[in-house]
């Protein structure tokens, strides 16, 4: 056992191990909970499920997406930023959020799939940007349910099953974001993933890597070992390991979110286990000082949210 914890996120009753494999280092939940009983794990309040805000392209992320992502006739909202976040000198900073955002190359008349599309926020941004063909799949019947609402082609059920589904070579893009830790097997769904994408399709996801300085910090308080719900816990070589076999030139987008360091704080805080560290922690985090440091963390690589880009081999 390398870690034990209960839910302090949601709340789902009892406690919870990360255990190690001897044989290739990889960290998982042991025991597990039965397959069966996985849609029990999300709460009905559970963020990534609820209704989609309506989706609003700012001026500097379409100049950006014009300029290097070929969305050539790709037009921001009325009124929605300034002039002077088009100049190039911010592509930069441009090109950091459009990979924490999987913002994907486009392809004129190409298919994309999200895998974990929970109810279709991102496929209504990515159709705002101007994919047609788009499709997802969705574990929760009625986060599917909004997705195809909102005129999706939607699988609902676990991915493992449906995922088999599509035809080889059937995407010009896959993306799946902060899933593929909710998993029992991420490695075969990747393997299998990658069958469903052409030679030098895109494969755009996040997750989560253990061996950050958030998970250095607070142990077993760690807010992404976000028990029950995560099913592995990754270490940046698993993930190199999981995409050397079928993907090339991986790029890595380190994520800044203050929330994984407040989390934390706050419950040891609330558990009596916390001192003068938490509460700076948890005054900073609410600031805008908070959020700069973050961000230069995210910059320097020692935040645990990932996003990566790579393409199937051809």
Not at 197 to 212: A, C, N
Request: aromatic share 12%; glycine share 8%.
């Amino acid at each position: 056992m390398v870690a034990c914890a209960k839910d302090r996120l949601y709340g789902v009753p009892g406690e919870y191990y990360a255990a190690e494999c001897s044989g290739c280092g990889l960290w998982f939940q042991n025991p597990r909970p039965p397959l069966d009983r996985l849609s029990d794990l999300y709460p009905e309040d559970y963020s990534p499920h609820v209704k989609p805000e309506p989706v609003v392209l700012r001026r500097g992320a379409a100049a950006y997406l014009r300029r290097h992502m070929g969305y050539a006739e790709l037009k921001s909202d009325v009124g929605a930023g300034s002039r002077w976040a088009s100049l190039s000198i911010f592509s930069p900073v441009r090109k950091w959020l459009a990979g924490v955002a999987l913002t994907p190359h486009y392809v004129p008349g190409g298919k994309l799939l999200e895998i974990g599309c929970a109810s279709g926020a991102r496929l209504l941004y990515l159709r705002r940007l101007g994919w047609e063909s788009l499709y997802g799949i969705e574990l929760m019947p009625a986060a599917a349910a909004q997705a195809r609402e909102a005129g999706f082609a939607v699988l609902s059920g676990q991915i493992e099953q449906n995922l088999p589904a599509y035809p080889d070579g059937f995407f010009d893009v896959v993306v799946t974001s902060m899933v593929l830790e909710h998993l029992v097997d991420p490695f075969s769904v990747v393997r299998e993933a990658a069958k469903k994408l052409k030679p030098g399709g895109e494969f755009l996801f996040s997750t989560v890597i253990r061996g950050s300085l958030d998970f250095k910090l607070f142990g077993n308080y760690w807010s992404n070992f976000d028990f029950p719900r995560h099913m592995v816990y990754f270490s940046m070589a698993d993930i190199l390991s999981m995409l050397k076999d079928q993907f090339e030139a991986p790029e890595c987008f380190y994520q800044s979110a203050p929330a994984d360091f407040s989390r934390p704080a706050s419950w040891r805080l609330a558990e009596g286990a916390g001192g003068v560290f938490d509460r700076i922690t948890l005054m900073l985090a609410s600031s805008r000082l908070g959020n700069v440091i973050v961000f230069f963390m995210a910059k320097l690589g020692l935040t645990c949210r990932v996003s990566f880009r790579c393409r199937r081999k051809a």
